[in-house]
């Protein structure tokens, strides 16, 4: 009888061990693979707008990345050449405007992505980015802020022309280096609406890629092309379309796209044409930042 005791207790706690061990396998395995729980971080630069993007098969990842070996490879011999080759003494002549984009044939347009709310089921509006006769860049569509009924969106009416970001070979990300100049060059035509500029500055972690810089173009309605220099110090810094209580200055070693909006909440068409967007070195201007901060003292009402 004692024997066939000990035999249950031994076979309850081999129970107990095995059990044990399965519950902390399976809370290792949760917390080594499942995704960060954290309040503050977000796993999705996107910020959620890229859902309808179709996950695409490790073959084919494969297949494809086999193909534009060849091209990489040359970009990549172009990197060399110019680290080498590149003059380390750059002086940027004053009054000299340095094109980044012109706009003169297709392969200019592939440089560029237009969104607007309808891409996202958020609203109606619809833009596009083409060539005129005359070989200049137009982007133009029509603002619609009529709110879709889903229960969800509360504002609509948005355009937007962004440039692609600069990549290095074998797919790397690159930054657009600007912290030479210090005023944004302009040849534009109009139709009276005004435009928001857009210089994003994409930081390492997450509280900083949404940062973006804006300044509002006006524009002038009419036949006449208008030149636009607009310094850096000027830009205003805003996330996820806020503007922030602290401002900092852009930096421009560091610029990851540059963007055009339209979405002044009047419904119709617009059209606004571009030849060329450069910078340009005023050694004239030395203003650093345009907007002062100030040091407020807290103060707390309590109420009777």
């Known amino acids: 009888m004692n024997v066939i005791l000990k035999r249950i207790h031994c076979n309850a706690v081999l129970r107990n061990i095995i059990i044990n ?20 971080w977000e796993s ?5 707008y890229n859902r309808q993007n179709k996950n695409i098969s490790k073959t084919l990842l494969i297949k494809n990345g086999f193909k534009e070996l060849k091209d990489e490879l040359v970009l990549w011999k172009n990197e060399v050449k110019e680290k080498f080759l590149l003059d380390p003494v750059m002086v940027c002549r004053p009054g000299e405007t ?18 607007s709310d309808s ?53 790397r990300e690159a930054y657009l280096d600007w912290h030479m ?7 534009i035509r109009g139709d009276g609406r005004p435009y928001l500029l857009n210089i994003a500055s994409e930081g390492y972690y997450d509280i900083w890629w949404n940062d973006i810089y804006h300044y509002i173009l006006f524009t002038r309605g009419g ?22 209580d602290r401002q900092y200055p852009i930096r421009l070693d560091r610029v990851t796209s540059f963007g055009i909006s339209a979405g002044d909440r009047v419904n119709g068409p617009f059209q606004l044409e571009i030849d060329y967007i450069g910078l340009e ?23 009777n």
């Open 44 to 48: 999705d630069k996107k910020g959620g």
């Open 98 to 115: 340095d094109v980044v984009w012109r706009y003169g044939n297709k392969e200019s347009l592939s440089q560029w992505i237009t969104t």
């Open 181 to 187: 100049y210090n005023k944004l060059v302009l040849k």
């Open 21 to 40: 061990f399965k519950l902390e396998t399976i809370s290792c395995n949760k917390i080594h693979l499942t995704n960060v729980d954290n309040l503050f």
């Open 223 to 244: 036949p006449y092309w208008q030149i636009a220099k607009i310094p850096f110090s000027k830009f205003f810094l805003s996330s996820k379309g806020r503007v922030q």
């Open 119 to 171: 891409d996202h089921n958020e609203g109606k509006s619809s833009c596009s980015l083409n060539l005129n006769r005359q070989g200049r860049g137009v982007f133009s569509g029509i603002i619609n802020t009529e709110v879709p009924k889903d229960g969800r969106t509360k504002k609509s009416g948005y355009c937007n022309m962004r440039s692609i970001r600069a990549r290095k070979s074998f797919k």
């Open 281 to 303: 070195y005023d050694p004239n201007h030395t203003e650093e930042f345009a907007y002062e901060m100030y040091k407020v003292k807290q103060k707390y009402i309590v109420a």
